[in-house]
């Protein structure tokens, strides 16, 4: 004979299963946790790079690294690396180039950070910003000269500033389908034809436009105080993101995993699921709200933290699942 007190209800055993995912510290991935991981240690991680099972991180101070089990381990990357303050990473195939400061130039490592070299065969490449990669073309965003473009790995450049005003700081430069759109400190442009011109896209936005980010049709901006704002038509026209009471101060960085959208800011880091007309923040769990580097890897969102302890800053790395 059957007997009922074996049965159990769908609902008891979803009870169940919940019960002893909590006893077992598993939450489900919409109230996911942070956790730290080993930081690279030396200096302030500035920004992140994804090259197939690889993730690269570039710091102030203290050169490159790279940890290929989801940041449990770091190693130094810095053979050939003659300037350590890497402020932009760019990833195209096996290649992966190192913007630096401080008159350091470009670098290029085509084995995984194991050796690099010096590319520009002069010195007029000097602090670059910002990078962006579009088939065999290489753009480089530097400090107060403009925009750059290589197709040989960096072996040579071009100066590419028709219709930038002299001494354009270019602290971001994205590709989107046909055309390049950099952020600077006159606002932002764009180039429909690879660099060779470029137009005036600022509509009601102007001076320095810090933060720039597509998520392949969109385009996100945000300067100094100014707020989140998206462009749906190539920049033409710019839209407030900022949700009612959330004004955003200065965005840090920018990450997007489908159709999520998460921003780093010096107040928290934000989550929006529809294209910036509301966000959530998902700081909860982790030991500052001043995020400075964000990355996608592995089914994991990465964050770079700032802590403030006893005026002196400490860094940390953390993830959690998407």
């Given at each position: 004979m059957y007997n009922t007190s074996f049965h159990f209800s769908l609902k008891n055993i979803i009870l169940f299963l919940l019960l002893i995912s909590l006893l077992l510290g598993v939450t489900p991935n919409s109230q996911a946790q942070w956790v730290q991981t080993n930081a690279p240690y030396g200096g302030v991680v500035s920004l992140f790079a994804v090259s197939e099972t690889n993730l690269f991180a570039g710091t102030n101070n203290s050169g490159a690294f790279l940890s290929t089990d989801n940041g449990t381990s770091w190693t130094q990357v810095n053979s050939g690396l003659t300037n350590t303050d890497i402020v932009s990473l760019a990833v195209r195939g096996t290649n992966l180039f190192a913007g630096t400061e401080s008159g350091g130039g470009v670098f290029l490592s085509t084995n995984d950070g194991a050796s690099w070299t010096q590319t520009q065969a002069d010195s007029?490449?000097?602090?670059?910003?910002?990078?962006?990669?579009?088939?065999?073309?290489?753009?480089?965003?530097?400090?107060?000269?403009?925009?750059?473009l290589s197709s040989n790995n960096g072996t040579s450049w071009t100066w590419i500033n028709t219709g930038l005003y002299p001494g354009t700081i270019v602290y971001a430069i994205i590709s989107q389908a046909a055309d390049l759109f950099i952020s600077t400190n006159f606002g932002i442009y764009r180039s429909p034809d690879d660099g060779t011109t470029w137009t005036s896209v600022n509509a009601t936005l102007h001076g320095d436009i810090f933060s720039l980010y597509s998520d392949g049709t969109n385009l996100f901006a945000s300067?100094?105080?100014?707020?989140l704002y998206i462009s749906t038509d190539k920049g033409t026209s710019w839209i407030p993101r900022n949700d009612g009471s959330t004004i955003f101060p200065q965005i840090n960085t920018f990450a997007t995993s489908d159709s999520n959208i998460f921003v780093g800011t010096d107040a928290g880091l934000f989550l929006s699921t529809n294209t910036g007309a509301s966000w959530t923040d998902i700081s909860k769990g982790l030991q500052s709200n001043i995020i400075n580097s964000l990355v996608v890897y592995d089914k994991y969102l990465y964050a770079e933290i700032s802590?403030?302890?006893?005026g002196t800053f400490s860094e940390s790395v953390w993830r959690r699942p998407l």
């Open positions: 007029s490449i000097i602090d670059v910003y910002s990078f962006a990669v579009d088939g065999t073309n290489l753009f480089a965003g530097t400090v107060g000269t403009g925009v750059a300067g100094q105080q100014t707020g802590r403030n302890i006893g």
